[in-house]
């Protein structure tokens, strides 16, 4: 299971980063990236990993130094390009040969085998994300370089998980439409096996 801490802390990133970028306070933006980094390292810096403890101490010197120099609104530009090609690079080398599609796999950890022609969806389903965690990522570098920094925040820490969201929506009801004969879970229930699938050992 995922804890909760961790989910809020990542979740009020994005509305600390619009803040950050609306009242161009440096502190604001230090505390966002820490806020970020809190998130995603916690259950490390929990059970005492001296390597995730070593790798938070490195960033929270990196955040003092770019308060130092006053260059922290440019590393919020950052995780809006590392974060989706991250997810990116996870989809993309689940469908290399010699692999399962990570949406399939999921499915298959939760349900058992799939049929042939559910693991032939399942493969495109996960391109589609490949694709668009791509796309998130050229975006999110164009709009750094070529929009305000209040329309790059209004995209990249909004609309970017609107469209998630949304997406995640559409595909699950255009599989209960188009697999009518398979027993599908609920939205909840299909959401915890999302959310709980540790996609590290996928």
């Known amino acids: 299971m995922i804890s909760a801490m961790p989910v809020a802390l990542i979740l009020s990133y ?3 980063v619009h803040l950050a970028v609306w009242s161009e306070l440096p502190v604001i933006q230090i505390l966002a990236l820490l806020v970020l980094a809190l998130g995603l390292l916690l259950p490390g810096l929990r059970q005492g990993s001296r390597f995730t403890w070593g790798l938070f101490l490195v960033i929270l ?3 003092c130094a770019a308060g130092y ?3 922290t609104i440019y590393l919020l530009y950052l995780p809006p390009i ?3 090609l991250l997810f990116w690079g996870v989809f993309f ?3 290399l040969p010699g692999k399962v599609p990570l949406v399939t796999a ?3 950890w939760a349900r058992g085998p799939l049929s042939a022609q559910m693991r032939r969806y399942t493969r495109g389903v996960t391109l589609m994300w490949m694709v668009v965690f791509a796309v998130m990522a050229l975006w999110a ?3 750094s370089w070529l929009a305000s920094a209040m329309l790059w925040s209004l995209f990249t820490n909004f ?3 609107l469209l998630i969201v949304l997406l995640f929506v559409a595909e699950f009801v255009y599989r209960k439409w188009r697999f009518q004969d398979h027993d599908h879970p609920g939205f909840l229930d299909y959401l915890k096996i999302v959310v709980n699938a540790d996609i590290r050992k996928r």
């Open 14 to 16: 994005p509305l600390l």
């Open 61 to 63: 010197a990196l955040l």
């Open 69 to 71: 120099l006053d260059i």
């Open 82 to 84: 590392v974060m989706p």
């Open 93 to 95: 080398h689940s469908l």
């Open 106 to 108: 999921i499915g298959e």
């Open 141 to 143: 570098a164009l709009l």
């Open 159 to 161: 609309i970017n998980y």
